[in-house]
């Protein structure tokens, strides 16, 4: 299966926003540009520069086009605690460490509610940075396993768990985020290639069904250095679309 245009024009970019060929402020092609130099649709074009604006390398702005993000390996923290989100776009591309089921109780991450001894399907996953291959993350995903018993047989490393979640009819009600100061441990410091203890940020998701389940649990541990996170309001009537 070949990987869709939007993606591969998305990767490019991206990479030359991490090697510093695109730097800080510098204004990107516009969509009719991109669309005449990969000789794509509109839509597409304008997929790729929405899906980098999402991920926070970019900034479109209405008359002034799309430009580099100052600090661009920024996240917006809105879009991982958002179900209503398909994916939260971080830099990067992901490998899959493990897969298991086991025991609530035997879990890296909390599942509140959940009893000790009901089943779970465990993923972790190391995201690295496209250009030089170096993780800059680690996910680690907890799921009852009677709500996705056939999760180990998808496409782990692309698949989104809010999107794999909707795709079963699993509804949402309630996504809380977490930030907690911790010191790696050393099982996450080998897969973040770095030295055990040191401090670092851990973001930590549980999303909960409307009838009070919880739906799942994630820890995700940032590499130091790595990436900034953020929050932010903007009027959606001053974003650029058209440029």
Do not use: C
Not at 30 to 48: D, F, G, M, P, T
Not at 118 to 139: A, I, K, M, N, Y
Request: net charge negative.
């Amino acid at each position: 299966m070949s990987t869709p245009q939007y993606q591969v024009i998305r990767a490019e970019i991206e990479a030359k926003i991490s090697r510093g060929v695109l730097a800080p402020g510098q204004k990107l092609p516009s969509e009719a540009e991109l669309q005449k130099k990969h000789s794509v649709s509109r839509s597409v074009a304008q997929r790729v520069l929405n899906d980098l604006a999402d991920a926070g390398l970019v900034i479109r702005r209405k008359g002034s086009g799309t430009r580099v993000a100052e600090g661009a390996r920024q996240i917006n923290v809105m879009r991982s605690v958002d179900p209503r989100i398909g994916m939260a776009d971080v830099p990067g591309q992901m490998h899959v460490a493990a897969i298991e089921t086991i025991p609530a109780a035997e879990a890296a991450v909390h599942l509140p509610g959940l009893a000790d001894d009901e089943p779970v399907h465990q993923l972790t996953r190391v995201r690295r940075d496209t250009v030089t291959g170096t993780p800059t993350s680690v996910e680690i995903a907890a799921i009852p396993f009677r709500i996705s018993p056939n999760l180990p047989a998808e496409d782990l490393q692309s698949v989104a768990i809010r999107a794999h979640l909707a795709a079963l009819g699993v509804e949402i009600s309630v996504s809380r985020m977490y930030f907690d100061p911790v010191a790696l441990t050393s099982e996450v410091a080998a897969l973040l290639e770095t030295e055990p203890h040191v401090p670092t940020l851990r973001r930590r998701r549980v999303m909960w069904r409307s009838n009070g389940d919880v739906a799942e649990s994630t820890a995700y541990y940032l590499k130091p250095g790595a990436m900034e996170f953020y929050i932010e309001y903007s009027d959606q009537e001053s974003l650029d679309v058209s440029e």
